[in-house]
C-alpha cells in the first residue's frame, strides 16, 4: 500500500523528522543565557592578548632586534668615520669647523680592545640614543689622546650589541688604541672601580675611562669604571665649549627627547588594538590577520625602540 507524504508527515508529527534521517547526527545543546560569559570579560581577554603580544614585542626588540639594529649602525658608521678620517674632516673637539655643537651620534674614533674582540665606532654623546648606534663619548669630556682630564666612553653591557659585557675582563697592564681625527693612540689599563674615587693624574698626561653597567644583563644595579692611562704622547685639546651636560648624558640615565612621538604612538597603538578585536568579532580571521598584524607589529616596534630610550644607557 502506497504512503502518501502527508500521511508520513501526520504520522510522525509535524516537528519530528523521520528517525531514519537523524539517527547519526549529534545532538545541540543550547547554552541558557545566565550561564553564558560575558561579552565584556570576552573582550578584556582580547586585550589582555594584545598587551602580551606587545610586551612581547618589547622584550624582541631588546634582546633581538636591538642587536640587528646595533650591527647595521656599526656599519654604517664606519664608512662615515673612514670617509671623514680620509677627508680629514673628522671632530677633535665639541664644536665643528663652524663653532656649532657636534650633533649626537657623530662619529668620532674608533675603538679597538684585542683582549676582548671589540673593534667599535665611538660616537659623540652618551645618552641612550647614541649607546644604541655604538660607544659613546660623554661631551663634557676631552676627546682620546688629549690631555688635562679623563676622557669618558660609555658602553652598553647587554642590549645594543653589549659591546662592554665583558670590561670586568680586563686587568692592569693590557693595553688597547684609539683612533681619532688626531691620531692613533695607546692605553694601558691601570684598574677597574666601582666608587667616584678617581685615581690621581698629572695635569699634562692622559687618561680614558670606560662605563658600563654592573650587575647581569639587563638588570644593573650600579656602575663599572675601567680607567686607562695614556701611553702615547697627548695631542693638543680645542678649547672647552661647555662643561655641563643634560642629566641622560650620565651613568645610567634615560633620555626623555621622544616621550612625545611615544605617546601617539601608545595612543595609535591602542586605536589598533581596539580596531582588531573589533575586526575579529565582525570579519573573517584571515582578513584580521592580513590587514592589522603588520600594522600592529610595525606599531609596537616604534613603540619598543621608544620605550628602550627610557632605560638605562648603560644597560
Not at 256 to 283: D, I, P, T
Request: aromatic share 6%; hydrophobic share 40%.
Amino acid at each position: 500500500m502506497t504512503t502518501t507524504f502527508q500521511e508520513s508527515r501526520s504520522r510522525w508529527g509535524r516537528n519530528n523528522p523521520l528517525p531514519g534521517l537523524t539517527r547519526n547526527l549529534p545532538r545541540v545543546t543550547r547554552i541558557p543565557e545566565s550561564e553564558r560569559r560575558p561579552s565584556a570579560l570576552v573582550d578584556a581577554s582580547y586585550g589582555l592578548t594584545v598587551l602580551a603580544l606587545v610586551l612581547f614585542t618589547l622584550l624582541l626588540n631588546l634582546t633581538v632586534i636591538s642587536q640587528i639594529q646595533h650591527f647595521t649602525a656599526q656599519h654604517r658608521l664606519y664608512g662615515e668615520l673612514r670617509r671623514s678620517l680620509a677627508e680629514g674632516s673628522t671632530p677633535i673637539g665639541q664644536l665643528d669647523d663652524k663653532n656649532n655643537p657636534i650633533k649626537p651620534g657623530t662619529p668620532i674614533a674608533l675603538l679597538k680592545i684585542p683582549e676582548l674582540g671589540i673593534s667599535e665606532v665611538v660616537v659623540e654623546g652618551s645618552a641612550s640614543r647614541q649607546t644604541k648606534l655604538g660607544v659613546g663619548h660623554q661631551p663634557n669630556t676631552p676627546f682620546p689622546g688629549q690631555g688635562g682630564s679623563p676622557a669618558v666612553l660609555f658602553g652598553r653591557k647587554a642590549a645594543y650589541g653589549g659591546v662592554f659585557a665583558n670590561l670586568d675582563r680586563l686587568r692592569a697592564g693590557q693595553e688597547f688604541t684609539v683612533l681619532t681625527g688626531q691620531g692613533k693612540f695607546t692605553y694601558r689599563v691601570i684598574g677597574q672601580r666601582t666608587g667616584e674615587k678617581v685615581p690621581a693624574m698629572t695635569p699634562t698626561s692622559g687618561r680614558l675611562t670606560l662605563v658600563t653597567a654592573k650587575g647581569a644583563a639587563f638588570m644593573p644595579h650600579g656602575v663599572l669604571q675601567v680607567d686607562a692611562d695614556l701611553v702615547s704622547k697627548t695631542v693638543p685639546r680645542p678649547p672647552i665649549a661647555y662643561s655641563r651636560v643634560d642629566a641622560n648624558q650620565g651613568a645610567l640615565g634615560s633620555d626623555h627627547s621622544r616621550m612625545f612621538s611615544l605617546s601617539w604612538l601608545l595612543e595609535l597603538l591602542v586605536l589598533m588594538a581596539v580596531g582588531s578585536v573589533w575586526a575579529w568579532k565582525r570579519w573573517s580571521h584571515p582578513a584580521m590577520w592580513v590587514v592589522f598584524v603588520p600594522v600592529l607589529a610595525a606599531t609596537g616596534l616604534a613603540c619598543a625602540d621608544r620605550v628602550c630610550d627610557l632605560l638605562p644607557n648603560l644597560m
